[in-house]
């Protein structure tokens, strides 16, 4: 159960995506969690209003496993295969993240003052909620694709406009964690 229970190293689940990928290659797919949300608007008729939504959605039915897996896996891994461990975060990390208010840094993958019932009672973060959705949705949709379609589906393929993708969202994080996200809290 330890196997389980822990991250895995690099080298196990690196090749391991490697082959997931290799495979979709093979059978000309392609994998990314953003144009399964065009695939479910389609399948709910929104074709009807944009053209953007009007496309053979049942080619991309196969990709809607991947939601499917992610919630499955999810939910299996945070109720019964999930241990008690700490997130092993820098502890000058910490220190400026309970500066910001965050008490419970590294006690959860994510910060219950933003991510709880309690904390959309404040109109603050619901705000940050919100506006940070519309920003990454539009920003999934003018870059083409998401962080994981890019990075994984887009740079195996070898593909120019995934690397400059990639490269832009380390740089909106790295603005966002280093000037943005300070002046928030």
């Not at 190293?9 to 953003?34: D, Q």
């Not at 209003?49 to 039915?61: G, H, I, Y």
């Amino acid at each position: 159960m330890e196997i389980i229970l822990n991250p895995w190293p690099w080298y196990v689940s690196g090749p391991l995506i490697a082959i997931v990928m290799a495979l979709l290659l093979y059978f000309g797919k392609t994998f990314g969690m953003s144009s399964n949300l065009r695939t479910l608007c389609a399948i709910g008729g929104a074709g009807k209003f944009a053209d953007f939504f009007k496309f053979n959605w049942r080619d991309q039915l196969w990709n809607l496993t991947v939601v499917l897996g992610a919630i499955i896996g999810g939910f299996i891994a945070t109720h019964y295969l999930s241990n008690d461990t700490l997130i092993d975060l820098n502890p000058e990390t910490v220190v400026e993240l309970q500066n910001m208010g965050f008490q419970n840094a590294g006690a959860s993958l994510l910060p219950n003052e933003l991510f709880s019932i309690e904390a959309l009672k404040s109109p603050k973060v619901l705000i940050i909620l919100i506006i940070g959705g519309i920003l990454v949705g539009f920003g999934t949709r003018y870059a083409g694709g998401c962080t994981s379609g890019h990075a994984i589906t887009g740079l195996s393929s070898l593909q120019k406009p995934s690397l400059i993708a990639v490269i832009g969202f380390f740089i909106g994080g790295l603005i966002m964690t280093n000037l943005i996200l300070p002046l928030i809290f």
